[in-house]
């Protein structure tokens, strides 16, 4: 798979982006598009929509005001676009005999004309662009779409009327369906699109700290009836640990096998919006914050046959079967909230890792990178993402 090449972007550009839907802001040579991030910053988005379209070195590093921790230098990392040419550095880079340690430079009178030949008018390097998804890297996620502009050049679904009956009425071909629904779009800002479009649509959103409030309790009664039954604590770990580690399977056959049935998936709009329901609407609005986490009436649905699937195979004893069940369901309720996390949070420099691979699932190759909570399964059955090659500024 291909890298993404960053681009040099002109510093008149830059300077434009100084607003909260548009928020670029620079470190040295370093340009980043921290739009996504404004919401989640600890001082508030307005704090940085004050240095958009400028150099933060200097407030960073401010001791007075607050000097920032390495954390952020990270964040922003995962918000890098491309370089800024100014004027000094292009001295420097020029006088260098390795100009590319400073900065990609732009290109000759002659390198201009090929890049005008190629497309290319205002003469800067195109990014990659993924023909499965139309996108480029992870902050293509976070770009509003157009419902209007988006409804008149793909024919798909309005964005502004209810999602699940234009699926249902539509006439779409399962071809057309599959390459329109891995198309990632952005609802005003993340919020939700309308897929009901009556009393049933709140049924259909799930705020992510709902799923702890309603399995977490569960798992502790059948954790802690098993404990009082089973002979010993280290038989009920054993047993618990052993369901925590069959959901890790659990959750790639379910990713792989149910949720991205792609391929055999029937041609007709029963099949079409069934799998809209079930996973569709998430790779189609990956980043709206209410259809991340599973609603518990859908889980019951899915979990209910692993019930009796767990008390068929352990039939000697019914709490050994709980346990392993209990543990199960901790590994799902993990797996929803990683879930949610590596789409809208800032996170430790594993989860880092995991975000990014996550992500790649979206914007580059969804038939790839089953695995949320860990790439295991992925590796064991042939299914890894090779991560894009960044270029990285020193």
Not at 38 to 60: A, F, N, Q, T
Not at 219 to 227: D, I, K, M, N, R
Not at 269 to 292: E, N, Q
Not at 345 to 359: A, C, D, G, Q, V
Request: glycine residues 8%; proline residues 7%.
């Amino acid at each position: 798979m291909p890298g993404r090449t960053l681009p040099t972007i002109p510093s008149a550009e830059v300077k434009s982006r100084n607003t909260a839907d548009s928020c670029y802001v620079t470190l040295g040579t370093k340009v980043y598009d921290i739009t996504p991030f404004l919401e989640d910053h600890p001082g508030g988005g307005d704090l940085i929509v004050e240095y958009g379209g400028k150099d933060v070195s200097k407030i960073l590093g401010d001791e007075s005001s607050h000097k920032h921790s390495e954390a952020a230098y990270e964040i922003l990392d995962e918000h890098l676009i491309g370089f800024i040419a100014t004027e000094p550095v292009m001295k420097s880079a020029i006088k260098s005999s390795h100009p590319d340690n400073i900065i990609p430079l732009p290109p000759n009178q002659k390198g201009m004309e090929e890049l005008k030949e190629n497309g290319t008018a205002d003469g800067v390097a195109p990014k990659t662009v993924y023909s499965t998804t139309g996108m480029s890297s992870a902050e293509d996620l976070s770009k509003e779409t157009d419902p209007n502009s988006d409804y008149r050049t793909h024919k798909f679904l309005d964005l502004n009327r209810p999602l699940l009956m234009q699926v249902w009425c539509g006439g779409f071909s399962k071809d057309f369906y599959l390459e329109q629904v891995h198309r990632p779009r952005h609802y005003k800002g993340g919020a939700s699109a309308p897929l009901f479009g009556n009393f049933l649509e709140p049924l259909s959103k799930t705020p992510w700290w709902v799923i702890p409030i309603v399995w977490l309790p569960p798992v502790a009664y059948g954790t802690f009836l098993s404990y009082q039954n089973l002979p010993s604590f280290f038989q009920t770990a054993g047993y618990w640990i052993f369901g925590l580690g069959l959901w890790t399977f659990v959750e790639y056959v379910l990713h792989r096998g149910l949720f991205h049935v792609d391929k055999y998936l029937p041609d007709n709009r029963v099949a079409l919006t069934a799998h809209f329901l079930l996973h569709g609407i998430h790779h189609y609005l990956p980043m709206d914050k209410l259809r991340l986490v599973m609603p518990p009436t859908l889980f019951i649905a899915l979990a209910s046959p692993f019930w009796k699937l767990a008390h068929l195979v352990f039939f000697y004893n019914w709490y050994a079967a709980t346990a392993v069940y209990s543990g199960g369901i901790f590994g799902y309720v993990c797996y929803d909230l990683t879930h949610y996390f590596l789409h809208h949070r800032t996170l430790p420099s594993y989860y880092r890792e995991l975000k990014k691979y996550h992500l790649q699932h979206h914007f580059a190759d969804y038939e790839n990178g089953f695995g949320v909570t860990s790439r295991f399964w992925d590796r064991i059955f042939g299914t890894e993402l090779e991560m894009p090659k960044v270029v990285k500024a020193t």
